[in-house]
């Protein structure tokens, strides 16, 4: 293939030489003028190497490799190619069966198709793009995915009006590209949920969640549970699930609110152990009385979503967390998450570990939790590990 040149400065191939996809802006000797955002380019080293080929986008990231080491085609086929694949290890892992259709098929990095994310509900597949490139490819993506045999999709819906740089001047349209609205409920895991694809956060559903909630509805027999940032329900109902003797729901946002009770009406109709409320968690928090719960989730939004609001992150995550210790009725669990990628695993597990410490409890962990294997993280590119969580037994 023919296309433009990015060649590196001299030593700065290392890290792509180790297969880590992401070309930075300093990296970068020589590029042409004419290139423009979500242009295929070939990588090449200082002498003149090919190292791989990429989407080229403005910014700290230039390029996201496609292709090491070889030049091809990005068109259709290649397309099918990397999401046949990505379905084939889905159905490895049984996740498209009778009582579950909800599940992440394509996974960035992860999946080797970075800047794109896809999630499939029901016969329904949401396409979220994060490069340039990937949004300039959405058609092709979406003839590709309903072209997959064994693979249900009827309906491509494409949704990235939030997630595409700001820079690129884009102005994304969220909009089917193939089909229509027809329905949006998926089953996951035998429980049924209504998915808000259309208005919701990320792409409708909390997919990365489905193996923590199951382990939650594991501890959940005869428990007084607390889900707070509850944004669907999903904890909730595996809960009602579980055997809980009460399940209270707790989200600043009335829609997730009013999305919770119809994912607990659909599942457990006129369940009067479950209660809503729509109000702001740490007041929530601040209002209880020590041993109103015995089990408490704590799976906040991403507290920090760049680096430069690390600090006040790891504060936030203190004091939440301080609060659920301190209030959490004797021998009673906390299920404790961060999904913010630039919050190291090493960095939760801290400040866990103090907010723990300003209560003077006996804290244990019985589990240490991470994202599912529909969310794979390419070995060679560690930043794809962002759902970080711990169990805890607090006496």
């Avoid at 990588?43 to 986008?57: A, K, M, T």
């Avoid at 940032?229 to 909730?236: D, E």
């Avoid at 006996?362 to 590119?381: E, F, G, M, S, W």
């Amino acid at each position: 293939m023919n296309y433009p040149v990015i060649t590196l400065k001299r030593g700065k191939e290392e890290s792509l030489l180790r297969f880590h996809p992401w070309v930075f802006s300093g990296a970068v000797a020589t590029q042409p003028s004419n290139i423009e955002e979500g242009d295929i380019v070939e990588v090449h080293s200082s002498d003149g190497r090919l190292i791989g080929i990429g989407h080229y986008q403005v910014g700290s990231i230039v390029v996201r490799i496609l292709e090491f080491g070889s030049s091809r085609a990005i068109d259709r086929s290649f397309f099918a190619e990397r999401i046949g694949a990505a379905f084939n290890l889905r159905k490895s892992l049984k996740l498209n069966r009778a009582d579950n259709n909800a599940y992440r098929l394509v996974h960035g990095e992860g999946d080797f198709l970075p800047g794109l994310v896809i999630d499939i509900y029901g016969n329904t597949a949401v396409v979220q793009a994060h490069s340039p490139g990937m949004h300039f490819c959405r058609n092709i993506i979406a003839e590709a995915l309903v072209e997959i045999p064994e693979l249900p999709v009827a309906n491509v819906y494409y949704k990235s009006e939030t997630t595409l740089p700001y820079k690129a001047h884009l102005d994304p349209q969220n909009a089917y590209i193939i089909g229509d609205y027809d329905g949006a409920i998926a089953l996951e895991n035998g429980l049924q949920f209504n998915i808000d694809w259309l208005r919701g956060q990320k792409t409708g559903f909390f997919v990365d969640q489905r193996d923590n909630r199951s382990l939650l509805q594991h501890y959940s027999q005869g428990k007084n549970v607390l889900n707070m940032f509850c944004y669907t329900g999903g904890f909730s109902v595996y809960a009602l699930r579980g055997g809980a003797n009460l399940v209270h729901s707790v989200d600043s946002s009335a829609k997730a609110i009013e999305l919770t009770r119809a994912n607990v009406e659909i599942n457990f109709p006129g369940d009067a152990r479950h209660q809503a409320f729509a109000v702001d968690a740490f007041k929530y928090l601040s209002d209880i009385k020590k041993g109103d719960y015995d089990l408490i989730v704590l799976d906040p939004p991403a507290f920090a979503k760049h680096r430069s609001a690390l600090r006040n992150a790891l504060i936030g995550y203190r004091r939440l967390n301080a609060r659920a210790i301190e209030q959490i009725a004797p021998g009673g669990i906390l299920f404790t998450f961060s999904c913010s990628q630039a919050v190291s695993r090493e960095q939760f597990r801290l400040a866990v570990f103090t907010a723990a410490a300003q209560t003077g409890r006996k804290v244990r962990i019985l589990h240490q939790l991470t994202q599912p294997a529909d969310h794979p993280i390419n070995i060679y590119h560690p930043e794809g590990e962002y759902l970080k969580g711990l169990i805890l037994q607090v006496e």
